[in-house]
């Protein structure tokens, strides 16, 4: 056995050969752990090898070009695969034919490219024809790699081949691929090499060596292609992680009635229910399968007596080989204890195992699979919690099709990955985004995905394609991002031209509205009504489980009681941040506001506040109310005042009108407040340092709410007053003087007391750095990282999304730091503060209430420095529950 070695980049599996890999992902990249480890446990793996992650990044950094070493490492390669297989590659009497594939650590389904039949020429089909006994077989093999080699590794266009065998079939009067004849298939590779030389202007390779080595290099260049890196910034992947590159010895699933190739799960991907799943092809090739090209058939009788299909599954057709299949799901499942995803072909009765990863599931799926593993004893409670992503609940908490609304269903298809969604018909991937970017709900239509589609895949609600089975790129793309999909709709055709589609007779324009629902399969016409989702069962089941193991409490961010209520039925501990600003903003009240803000002088101010007391009063008895007995964070009011006026010359006539005064004078107040920089301007604390009657108003309607709901229940509320955009330690001694004396005021006028906390929001550089004084008065700290990143590297929010995209795929930022923490900048300013701040006051309430309260890497993050809670928007409180308890398993 070799041992690992920094210089080693090649290592091989299959045949009994073992070069120490031992799975290592990051070595070897997942597809080539997973065969390694395949064939160490004695399953049938055609035999390879594999080149690392490593040479990916030593490929990059060296501008393309291989060390002398890979050279003779991959020749040994090549050796090792002619010993076990008895072929030589480019013998032409017995050739060996290797596929070529990607595999990075993750998977990344469909996203990178692959070869297959490599090792075909003029001379070695001849010879493939030969052995096999089967010349259509061998053309038939030949046409495709020269398609394929075309597409990946020669950048050729994919649709002049595809157009060259429409056209040989429609001659023929053909429908299906399997009719064209070995004859058919020389006439055809001749017009395949034909458009190589005309769009390559070289003839199609025939040096088999050249062939290896140039999809040795589109694969590696695949890495960095424009999908990609899509991909990987959606996934938040690392680009320097790279991909390995397998080369294993063909199998072929298309030699004749006795041959298939299929995809297959260990369990149901889309409901988590333990049965086998998957679809297979007889006399195919697995690109076939994830194409889409041919619509597959059921694995399981069961499946396809469901579906009321008519072709016999493979257990019916082949139940010798589906019973040793069964058997090898079993080990599988047993050995890497998680469902598998698997590839496997059948040779003239021969089974192969191509490929097995942990499989992509839905959110439903991924909590079955979890409860029920642990619940078998095949992993522990602790174990489920950690294996099922904290981003892909999003898909179960937002609402699905109502079954009581009307349906005008158009047609069916696939239910290839659950959920619901309404939008306008897009034909494109590019035309989705950009619809999308506008705020529009999109259907992404396709006759079938393919990875150049990803952008237009991720920008839209749902995704309908008219080819694919339910394995297809489409599917399995979908149920990775949470989005529904109906696949294989078979009536579904798309005239890109007139930008119109026909679905059983009916014709629909390019932005009418249609309605998936992934679950059913089923395709309407119009916008269905839906309904709320219920959260129990295996839901239940895991939040339990991981708010054993949790330390992090979580929080919501709400000011509404409908969000608190939202809220607390996702087990939120309390509210972490409540917005004041957005009960002025309501359309009972603006006037009062605006009469204030237009008010020239303090007694005229305080009129108008004493107009708002009692509503904002009532909307904190409100929150209290629902949130009883747990801990509400309520921000004072934060933005600059000329935000509640007019903008535009037509309102400011209503505006006054309902405010009593002058249009002029509106007009004069408006530009006296105008600000060029609003949000470093006349905001947060600075008002209450300026006016402030407006804090005092809202310290009297907090405290008097209090009062009455203990009153009313006994139970008393938990008021923790924030002062917004504080920089020194004197604004917040200011203010705090405000807040206790309102207090002390309400206190002796009530004959009643309830505890309460002031503290600030760190949003400021300043404010962080400072924490220390500012923890001399502060009871508490509440990160708003929204602001604190937005002037810590000095990038507004509102405007980044124009250039933060391609600073992510730079390398500039890892991932968008709006999305997720900026721990070298911002995080570190966080941990600053904190350090600091408990020096000052130790036990000091430490949380964040900024977007990435919801973020499972930055509540991650928030675990590392020891705050005490996150706060989120209500529909991500589970999110953050189940991210808070992987993290502390994470910091064991």
Request: aromatic share 6%; charged share 25%; hydrophobic share 40%.
């Amino acid at each position: 056995m070799t041992a690992l070695t920094e210089t080693r980049y090649v290592y091989r599996f299959g045949g009994g050969v073992d070069d120490g890999g031992k799975g290592d992902k990051n070595l070897l990249g997942g597809k080539g752990a997973n065969l390694d480890g395949m064939a160490a446990i004695g399953l049938p793996v055609p035999p390879g090898f594999t080149i690392t992650t490593q040479m990916c990044t030593r490929y990059y950094q060296d501008g393309g070009v291989y060390p002398e070493s890979v050279k003779a490492e991959v020749a040994a390669g090549l050796a090792h695969i002619e010993q076990v297989t008895g072929k030589q590659f480019g013998n032409t009497a017995d050739p060996l034919l290797v596929s070529v594939r990607s595999g990075a650590r993750i998977s990344m389904p469909g996203m990178m490219d692959t070869v297959l039949n490599l090792g075909l020429n003029d001379e070695t089909v001849e010879g493939l024809a030969a052995t096999s006994g089967d010349e259509r077989f061998a053309w038939d093999s030949y046409r495709r790699f020269i398609q394929m080699y075309s597409d990946v590794v020669l950048e050729l266009d994919h649709g002049a081949f595809e157009e060259a065998l429409d056209i040989a079939k429609e001659d023929r009067g053909y429908e299906l691929d399997t009719e064209m004849t070995a004859a058919d298939w020389k006439l055809l590779v001749a017009e395949y090499k034909a458009i190589v030389a005309k769009l390559w202007t070289r003839p199609f390779p025939q040096d088999v060596h050249d062939q290896l080595w140039g999809a040795i290099g589109a694969v590696f260049g695949s890495w960095q292609s424009d999908r990609a890196k899509v991909y990987r910034r959606l996934n938040a992947i690392p680009g320097e992680w790279g991909t390995a590159v397998n080369v294993q010895a063909m199998v072929f699933g298309n030699m004749g009635e006795t041959s298939a190739t299929g995809v297959a799960f260990t369990r149901d991907p889309a409901t988590g229910e333990n049965a086998y799943y998957g679809e297979y092809l007889i006399n195919a090739q697995g690109e076939d399968v994830v194409a889409g090209i041919r619509t597959p058939q059921y694995l399981t009788r069961a499946a396809r007596e469901r579906a009321g299909a008519k072709p016999l599954s493979m257990e019916e057709a082949m139940p010798q080989t589906y019973a040793e299949l069964a058997g090898v799901f079993e080990i599988l499942e047993k050995h890497y204890r998680d469902m598998q995803d698997i590839e496997f072909t059948v040779q003239q009765g021969k089974l192969w195992m191509l490929q097995t990863r942990s499989g992509k599931r839905t959110a439903k799926a991924a909590l079955k699979i979890a409860v029920d593993m642990a619940r078998e004893g095949l992993i522990s409670e602790e174990e489920a919690v950690a294996r099922v992503d904290p981003a892909a609940l999003d898909q179960l908490l937002h609402p699905t099709l109502d079954p009581k609304a009307p349906r005008d269903v158009l047609t069916k298809g696939l239910p290839a990955s659950p959920g619901a969604a309404s939008g306008a018909i897009v034909l494109d991937a590019d035309t989705a985004e950009k619809l999308a970017e506008q705020g529009k709900a999109v259907i992404l239509v396709r006759v079938e995905t393919s990875p150049e589609d990803i952008h237009g895949m991720h920008a839209a609600r749902g995704i309908l394609t008219a080819r694919g089975g339910m394995t297809s790129h489409a599917a399995v793309v979908a149920r990775g991002m949470g989005r529904p999909c109906v696949s294989g709709a078979g009536s579904l055709s798309i005239d890109g031209t007139a930008r119109t589609v026909r679905m059983e007779g009916r014709v629909l324009k390019e932005g009418d509205i249609v309605t998936i629902d992934g679950s059913t399969g089923e395709i309407m016409a119009n916008e269905v009504a839906t309904v709320q989702p219920e959260l129990a069962g295996d839901f239940g089941t895991l939040m339990e489980w991981a708010d054993k193991v949790r330390r992090l409490r979580i929080r919501a961010n709400a000011e509404t009681p409908q969000d608190c209520r939202t809220a607390r039925d996702f087990g939120a501990e309390g509210v972490g941040l409540c917005r004041t600003e957005h009960m002025f903003f309501d359309a009972a009240r603006i006037t009062a506001v605006r009469e204030m803000i237009l008010a020239e002088d303090e007694a005229g101010r305080r009129a108008a506040l004493a107009r708002l007391l009692p509503e904002q009063r009532d909307d904190f008895a409100e929150i209290f109310m629902v949130m009883a007995g747990l801990p509400v964070t309520i921000r004072l009011l934060d933005p600059p005042l000329h935000e509640f006026l007019p903008h535009a010359d037509a309102d400011f006539e209503d505006v006054a009108r309902a405010a009593g005064v002058a249009v002029d004078t509106l007009k004069r107040r408006a530009a006296e407040l105008h600000e060029f920089n609003p949000m470093l301007g006349h905001r947060g604390c600075r008002l209450g340092v300026t006016y402030p009657e407006i804090y005092e108003m809202q310290a009297r309607a907090i405290f008097e709410a209090a009062l009455i709901v203990k009153e009313r229940t006994g139970e008393a509320p938990i008021p923790e007053v924030m002062i917004p955009l504080v920089a020194t330690a004197r604004e917040l001694e200011l203010m705090k003087a405000i807040v206790d004396r309102v207090a002390a005021e309400v206190f002796a006028e009530r004959g009643a007391s309830v505890d309460y906390l002031v503290g600030t929001m760190i949003e400021l550089p300043r404010a962080a750095l400072k924490a220390g004084e500012i923890a001399e008065i502060g009871e508490f700290f509440s990160f708003g990282t929204n602001d604190l990143t937005q002037t810590t590297i000095g990038i507004s929010r509102d405007d980044a999304g124009r250039f933060l995209t391609q600073y992510v795929d730079k390398g500039i930022f890892e991932r968008d730091p709006f999305v997720s923490i900026d721990v070298d900048g911002v995080g570190e300013l966080i941990e600053l503060a904190a350090e600091r701040g408990r020096k000052t006051r130790p036990g000091i309430k430490l949380g964040i209430c900024g977007e990435h309260g919801g973020d499972p890497a930055s509540i991650a993050f928030c675990e590392k420095i020891g705050l005490d809670y996150v706060s989120a928007s209500p529909y991500r409180v589970p999110i953050a529950r189940l991210a808070a308890a992987q993290a502390a398993l994470a910091g064991r």
